[in-house]
T-cell receptor, first 110, second 114 residues
Framework: RKEVEQDPGPFNVPEGATVAFNCTYS??????FFWYRQDCRKEPKLLMS???SGNEDGRFTAQLNRASQYISLLIRDSKLSDSATYLC???????????FGSGTQLTVLP | EAGVTQFPSHSVIEKGQTVTLRCDPI?????LYWYRRVMGKEIKFLLH????????ESGMPNNRFLAERTGGTYSTLKVQPAELEDSGVYFC????????????FGPGTRLTVL
């Protein structure tokens, strides 16, 4: 079983749509949770951290459910520029090494 | 502020040859990480330096891989001898000593072993 599992995708949505990504993690000792964005043939970049209380950044909302070991990302009013691969990432301990999911590819269509 | 840089951006070598990848972290960042993504798989952790010390090298695949960070600044990752399965994209990331966990990634080195 993978440590971080994501929706396989790909997701193809029209501009303006709302899209949700889900992710589960297996290590209950995980302490930090993130969504990273990776454009084609580029490096991953932090999109947002995820907290138990939930957090929102503009059109993006992330939620964490520690009891279910479940993380979600909601993108509202999708833009063409949102097209990318979204990586669910967790870390634990002082080493802070990151454990990545395999990513979900999103294409926003005009 | 300059970001994380990696060199080379691409490398094509033959099986059995040696390749050395370089990473220059953001200035002042004590923590430096190496990750790798092989075709069709997720990005995986290789090792972690704190300054010049190896904090965790549990992700290194085998003893053909050697990482160094002399002086605690830039780091090198040497693969010797390279095998076909070593092909992939090697990312370096760095972060400072603050409580923020954001790791800043370099653009990666795309390694192809023929």
């Amino acid at each position: 079983r993978k440590e971080v599992e994501q929706d396989p995708g790909p997701f193809n949505v029209p501009e303006g749509a709302t899209v949700a990504f889900n992710c589960t993690y297996s290590n209950s000792a995980s302490q930090s949770f993130f969504w990273y964005r990776q454009d084609c043939r580029k490096e991953p970049k932090l999109l947002m951290s995820v907290y138990s209380s939930g957090n929102e950044d503009g059109r993006f909302t992330a939620q964490l459910n520690r009891a279910s070991q479940y993380i979600s990302l909601l993108i509202r009013d999708s833009k063409l520029s949102d097209s990318a691969t979204y990586l669910c990432v967790v870390s634990f301990g002082s080493a802070r090494q990151l454990t990545f999911g395999s990513g979900t590819q999103l294409t926003v269509l005009p | 502020e300059a970001g994380v840089t990696q060199f080379p951006s691409h490398s094509v070598i033959e099986k059995g040859q040696t390749v050395t990848l370089r990473c220059d972290p953001i200035s002042g960042h004590d923590n430096l990480y190496w990750y790798r993504r092989v075709m069709g798989k997720e990005i995986k952790f290789l090792l972690h330096f704190v300054k010049e010390s190896k904090q965790d090298e549990s992700g290194m695949p085998n003893n053909r891989f050697l990482a160094e960070r002399t002086g605690g600044t830039y780091s090198t990752l040497k693969v010797q001898p390279a095998e076909l399965e070593d092909s992939g994209v090697y990312f370096c990331a760095s972060t400072g000593t603050s409580l923020s966990h954001e790791q800043f990634f370099g653009p990666g080195t795309r390694l192809t072993v023929l």
